[in-house]
């Protein structure tokens, strides 16, 4: 997917969160976030409030980023999974088909082995959501005006709607 703004449809935003709480339930983690690669929180599940998603969200395609001019520097396309390991909490980063970045951040309820587990499965499950909203939004491109649905308004039909 290019860096273009990614259109989300209500159908597959439920889509999404049903397979990221899964995974919550599944690898017994504390919170799950789905961030695109320009930093914007696609969506959260479990503890979000404890955390500024904002800055989550922007420091994770910054982290994502980082690393990938790491990995080009040593000849590597990317790097798609990262890990840290804390005190207390650990992270895992993914990238799911080269277009959303999955932030996974568990405790030691749970293993890395467990979260790569199930990180896998649903990485598959997103990138078939991602693969038809991308199909989607080459539909709507192809379609002209419908991509976007303010297009044919004139200025003339603006000072017409405050007068």
């Keep these: 997917m290019s860096n273009a703004q990614m259109v989300m449809y209500d159908e597959e935003f439920k889509e999404i969160n049903e397979v990221i709480e899964r995974l919550l339930r599944d690898s017994n983690s504390k919170v799950i976030f789905l961030v695109d690669k320009n930093g914007q929180l696609i969506s959260g599940v479990g503890e979000t409030d404890r955390f500024d998603t904002t800055s989550l969200a922007s420091l ?19 790097f798609s999974i990262l890990f ?17 970045i999955l ?3 568990f405790d030691s309820r749970s293993s890395l082995g467990l979260v790569r587990l199930r990180v896998k499965k649903a ?34 039909d ?3 709607l405050f007068s």
């Design 84 to 100: 840290h390991e804390g005190e207390n909490d650990n992270l895992h980063i993914s990238i799911v088909g080269g277009r959303v």
């Design 123 to 156: 990485s598959e499950e997103l990138s078939v959501i991602f693969d038809r909203l991308t199909a989607k939004a080459d539909e709507q491109s192809k379609s002209g005006s419908a991509a976007f649905p303010f297009a044919e308004i004139t200025d003339d």
């Design 158 to 160: 603006i000072d017409n």
């Design 60 to 78: 994770t395609a910054g982290n994502i980023a980082a690393t990938g001019g790491l990995a080009k520097l040593i000849g590597e396309k990317e």
């Design 103 to 105: 932030v996974v951040l």
